[in-house]
């Protein structure tokens, strides 16, 4: 059964840092592209990083590039999200998703759900003082 599952979730202060995990059992994230998205109360799901199947190529929504590094270590199947400079419009369920097995490995991912077959169940970070 494939899986993800997410963990680093937390209450951090404005300007702290945490480090989230996507874990997955079940298959090899090698032929997956990897997205983090995140939906906060009231808002719509949206695309925040995205990283190719070989770790190449990632992507970042506007509002955390420069903050947040997106990696992944296929030996451990994992891929991680490191979010520095947190910001309280950063609080939210993040979620990782996994899109493929793909052809290129070097496809770096969208950062639209549409695309996205499997899914974790999220991971709450709340950023506030």
């Known amino acids: 059964q494939l899986q993800l599952v997410e963990s680093g979730g937390g209450l951090v202060q404005p300007g702290g840092s945490l480090r989230l995990s996507c874990a997955a059992s079940?298959?090899?994230?090698?032929?997956?592209?990897i997205g983090w998205f995140r939906q906060a109360p009231g808002k719509e799901r949206e695309g925040v990083s995205s990283?190719?199947?070989?770790?190449?190529?990632?992507n970042y929504a506007d509002s955390v590039k420069g903050r947040f590094t997106v990696s992944r270590d296929n030996a451990k199947n994992t891929v991680y999200l490191q979010m520095n400079r947190l910001k309280p419009e950063d609080t939210a369920v993040y979620y990782c998703?996994?899109?493929?097995?793909?052809?290129?490995?070097?496809?770096?991912?969208?950062?639209?759900?549409?695309?996205?077959?499997?899914w974790g169940q999220g991971t709450r970070v709340t950023v506030s003082s």
């Open positions: 079940g298959f090899a994230l090698d032929y997956y592209s």
């Open positions: 998703a996994a899109d493929g097995p793909v052809n290129l490995l070097d496809y770096v991912g969208s950062l639209t759900t549409t695309y996205y077959d499997y």
């Open positions: 990283i190719s199947a070989n770790g190449d190529n990632t």
